[in-house]
């Protein structure tokens, strides 16, 4: 029979195995010990890369689902401005594309980081927005537009991608009008201006003196809105200055055609220029020197504020110092914008939106241009 032969062999074996000297068998042994150790370590190691991707997978997931950027079923815009139409494509200018944006409804939204857009500057006019925003840096003596130093190309400038354009719309609105006045983008609003805010990401007083240098073309055909040292003349186009810039560039230029405006600071709008003994109140922001007054979201002061300790204010400049941030910004003729307000998830941003909508701030900060379009009459509340 076979067993008892295998019996004896494993008998044999282990025989073989205890008469061996133990010294010879200790390293096998721990050998495969630490084999196993390296197996169970290598699966450890396979199950904690893929849970680590999985989760990564997730979380990148959740923020694609909670961003929300909303899709408009049909869009118009997407259907006219396909994936192949980029801001420097030639074929943008086509008179059916141009009637499109100028006959987009306008609305008091400000494209956020407008150059991230899929198309810069198109995008957000022919979402009727009607203030954009680009970052730029000064370069050997040019402003690029781009987020951080890093995310920079010579291609896009400030002038490629935004001056020169709105000058070319402006060029062709303006083409037949002769009595003095003026046409802006907009044509169900022409003498809507269109807000070019410019963040300084470099050095300000340099970086704004490019900028004054850059605007000349614009200047030159009196498409800039500026302070005539009594008034404020509108335009097509109203620069605004912020980032960096200094207030004190602001206010060297020119006092009887100061055509840069400064975006004051919403939430440290009392100066020591105010002058509440005059009756109207004199203001060191004002309109002759800004347009946008801004803060983030998180410094807000939506509503009036009243210590309870303390007497009801009685003076002109003690109730200003307890007035809603947007409250002092109307009374300094300033346009009120808070940046960084939640942007998701969706209704917590939409929920920010309709708060600041109610209290009547001036423009609503927005970076999803699907949202304005599919909701421009929903905008349309707040006051142009
Ligand atoms: C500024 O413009 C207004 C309105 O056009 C005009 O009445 C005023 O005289 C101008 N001021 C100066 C200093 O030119
Ligand atoms: C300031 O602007 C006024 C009006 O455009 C112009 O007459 C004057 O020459 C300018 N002054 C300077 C110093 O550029
Ligand atoms: C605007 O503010 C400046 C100081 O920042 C002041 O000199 C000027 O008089 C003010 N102008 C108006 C119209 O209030």
């Known amino acids: 029979m076979v067993r008892p032969d295998l019996e004896s062999n494993v008998q044999a074996g282990q025989k073989k195995q205890q008469s061996l000297p133990t010294r010879v068998w200790v390293a096998p042994a721990t050998l495969l010990k630490r084999r196993r150790g390296y197996l169970v370590s290598d699966v450890f190691k396979t199950v904690a890369c893929v849970m680590t991707a999985l989760c990564i997978f997730q979380f990148v997931w959740i923020r694609h689902l909670q961003a929300g950027w909303v899709r408009v079923p049909n869009d118009p815009f997407d259907i006219r401005f396909n994936d192949d139409i980029k801001w420097n494509s030639p074929s943008i200018w086509d008179s059916s594309r141009q009637a499109f944006i100028h006959n987009a409804m306008p609305v008091p939204v400000h494209s956020h980081n407008d150059y991230w857009r899929r198309i810069p500057l198109f995008e957000a006019?022919?979402?009727?927005?009607?203030?954009?925003?680009?970052?730029?840096?000064?370069?050997?003596?040019?402003?690029?537009?781009?987020?951080?130093?890093?995310?920079?190309?010579?291609?896009?400038?400030?002038?490629?991608?935004?001056?020169?354009?709105?000058?070319?719309?402006?060029?062709?609105?303006?083409?037949?009008?002769?009595?003095?006045?003026?046409?802006?983008?907009?044509?169900?609003?022409?003498?809507?201006?269109?807000?070019?805010?410019?963040?300084?990401?470099?050095?300000?007083?340099?970086?704004?003196?490019?900028?004054?240098?850059?605007?000349?073309?614009?200047?030159?055909?009196?498409?800039?809105?500026?302070?005539?040292?009594?008034?404020?003349?509108?335009?097509p186009i109203t620069v605004v200055a912020t980032g960096n810039a200094p207030f004190e560039s602001v206010m060297a230029l020119n006092a009887s055609h100061r055509d840069i405006f400064f975006d004051a600071p919403l939430h440290a709008l009392l100066s020591r220029y105010d002058n509440f003994d005059v009756e109207p109140p004199v203001y060191g922001y004002n309109i002759s020197n800004s347009y946008f007054a801004s803060t983030q979201f998180k410094n807000g002061r939506l509503w009036a504020w009243h210590d309870e300790s303390s007497p009801q204010p009685d003076t002109p400049g003690g109730r200003d110092r307890e007035a809603s941030q947007i409250e002092q910004a109307k009374a300094r003729g300033l346009i009120a914008r808070y940046w960084d307000t939640p942007s998701n998830p969706p209704n917590l941003r939409d929920i920010a939106w309709r708060v600041l909508v109610d209290v009547k701030v001036g423009i609503l900060n927005m970076d999803d241009m699907g949202a304005v379009r599919a909701r421009a009459r929903g905008w349309g509340q707040i006051e142009l």
């Not at 809105?225 to 335009?235: A, F, K, S, V």
């Open 125 to 235: 006019l022919g979402s009727g927005c009607i203030s954009v925003e680009a970052d730029v840096h000064l370069r050997d003596s040019d402003l690029l537009v781009g987020h951080t130093s890093l995310s920079l190309h010579r291609g896009s400038t400030l002038r490629s991608m935004y001056l020169d354009s709105l000058q070319r719309m402006l060029d062709t609105q303006n083409a037949h009008i002769t009595d003095g006045t003026w046409r802006g983008i907009f044509d169900r609003s022409p003498q809507q201006t269109v807000v070019l805010l410019i963040d300084h990401k470099t050095a300000g007083p340099e970086t704004f003196a490019e900028l004054d240098v850059q605007l000349q073309p614009l200047r030159d055909r009196d498409y800039l809105t500026y302070w005539n040292g009594t008034d404020r003349i509108m335009r």
